[in-house]
């Protein structure tokens, strides 16, 4: 839901606090808000709206970003989240894309990227795959366009061990029922590391333990992640 930007101002301050931290918009809060499709208590930042993956995503992408000068670098964000689109714009050259122009700064399909290869030294495509009926096309552009010893952070949502995915499926009720979403075309599995390994990506699991101290789980709200995957070529 969008808020007009005041009303979250005022939100963001009443909430101030010292028992939650937001790492991506830097500040604390005394609450965070209901959150996930479960709706479950302090999750969402108020300010930047972050849930629990885009914050341990973030902690996993300061060390990548610590360890090379970003300054001039490219990072293609797609189908953005605000919250990780404004600290990500003042370290890269940064372009978002999305099928939709005005969610973005340029409309694309990333089936088919109208760029030359190795055109970024980083991507950011979060949930997207799992609305793609042909994910490995996106997943081999991607590739393609990514440039040698650069990442990228491809997730989707998981449930258990293999992907359940029938294309012949089309009806929004059913998807919704299979897939978790109307929109959602399948449900990944952790099998999905072999999609992303065949198209030539090498998958590095980054645990929640290597990236935050336990007594710091709470405050940051990291409770439902346990990992990050970040993708090299
Ligand atoms: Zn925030």
């Known amino acids: 839901m969008l808020l007009n930007p005041l009303i979250k101002q005022v939100r963001s301050q009443l909430l101030r606090g010292d028992r939650y931290y937001c790492p991506l918009c830097d500040r604390h809060f005394r609450s965070f808000l209901v959150g996930g499709t479960d709706r479950r208590p302090h999750v969402r930042c108020p300010n930047c709206d972050s849930l629990e993956r885009h914050r341990l995503l973030w902690l996993a992408l300061q060390s990548v ?49 109208p760029l030359p290869g190795e055109s970024f030294d980083a991507i950011i495509c979060n949930h997207v795959l799992e609305h793609i009926p042909d994910d490995m096309k996106a997943l081999h552009e991607l590739y393609r366009v990514l440039k040698p010893n ?18 012949t499926i089309t009806d929004p009720s059913m998807r919704a029922r299979l897939y978790g979403q109307s929109d959602h075309v399948r449900q990944y599995g952790r099998d999905f590391r072999q999609r992303l390994e065949s198209t030539g990506f090498q998958v590095a699991i980054i645990l929640k333990s290597e990236l935050v101290q336990s007594e710091d789980l709470k405050k940051l709200s990291l409770d439902c992640e346990s990992e990050v995957w970040l993708c090299h070529k």
């Open 150 to 167: 650069g990442w990228a952070s491809i997730q989707v949502p998981m449930v258990g061990e293999e992907t359940q995915e029938d294309l």
């Open 65 to 113: 970003m610590a360890a090379s000068n970003t300054k001039g670098q490219k990072l293609l964000h797609v189908a953005p989240e605000v919250c990780i689109a404004s600290p990500l714009k003042t370290q890269y050259d940064y372009l978002s894309v999305d099928m939709d122009p005005a969610k973005a700064m340029q409309q694309m399909d990333i089936c088919q990227i």
